[in-house]
T-cell receptor
Framework: EPEVTQTPSHQVTQMGQEVILRCVPI?????FYWYRQILGQKVEFLVS????????KSEIFDDQFSVERPDGSNFTLKIRSTKLEDSAMYFC?????????????FGQGTRLTVV | EDKVVQSPLSLVVHEGDTVTLNCSYE??????LLWYKQEKKAPTFLFML????IEKKSGRLSSILDKKELFSILNITATQTGDSAIYLC????????????FGQGTILTVHP
């Protein structure tokens, strides 16, 4: 069964460092997303990406964050200068656009720990 | 601001019990209501509901949506220990497909 894959599964970084989280969405999906879940809190929407551009982003997704689809398969989230409060599980998701097909399928997540 | 509220926050039952999980939502440009099961890491998709009154069923799980009352329920009958997980409700809306607003989840614990 096709799945969304994320790497690495766990990343530890020092405050102020840049990190890149990587995702390979399901191959025939066209919408890509990043969500995050701080420990013990809700899953929160960060950004959606379609047709090589951001289609929607939340207030959390500030100038420290950026997304890119550098080739036909990868989808990345970059955090330029990490802060302690960026520590969270980051989930990539993908979906097929179209009426009635809004379900997003999630990857296993990358646990980011900022120290 | 979009909002999804789930209740109860946690539930402890014994195997064989039936449980009902609740979800209310206020989502701009609402398209659908989704239920996910979260065990160790990623949320795994259970149901997507777009129309009121039509029950979706998968084995012992079923769900229904009330678009007038902005409410959905997830039922699990004859619970098993493998049903222990966090059940997440999410509203799909906004301007992009798949932008989901999640509730805080219901932690279900099923004891043998």
């Amino acid at each position: 069964e096709p799945e969304v894959t994320q790497t690495p599964s766990h990343q530890v970084t020092q405050m102020g460092q840049e990190v890149i989280l990587r995702c390979v969405p399901i191959s025939n999906h066209l919408y890509f997303y990043w969500y995050r879940q701080i420990l013990g809190q809700k899953v929160e929407f960060l950004v959606s990406f379609y047709n090589n551009e951001i289609s929607e982003k939340s207030e959390i997704f500030d100038d420290q964050f950026s997304v890119e689809r550098p080739d036909g398969s990868n989808f990345t989230l970059k955090i330029r200068s990490t802060k302690l409060e960026d520590s969270a599980m980051y989930f990539c998701a993908s979906s097929i656009p179209g009426q009635g097909k809004t379900e997003a399928f999630f990857g296993q997540g990358t646990r980011l720990t900022v120290v | 601001e979009d909002k999804v509220v789930q209740s109860p926050l946690s539930l402890v039952v014994h195997e064989g019990d039936t449980v009902t999980l609740n979800c209310s939502y206020e989502v701009t440009n609402f398209r659908s209501l989704l239920w996910y099961k979260q065990e160790k890491k990623a949320p795994t998709f259970l149901f997507m509901l777009t129309s009121s009154g039509i029950e979706k069923k998968s084995g012992r799980l079923s769900s229904i949506l009330d678009k007038k009352e902005l409410f959905s329920i997830l039922n699990i009958t004859a619970t098993q220990t493998g049903d222990s997980a966090i059940y997440l409700c999410a509203g799909a809306g906004g301007t992009s497909y798949g932008k989901l607003t999640f509730g805080q989840g219901t932690i279900l614990t099923v004891h043998p």
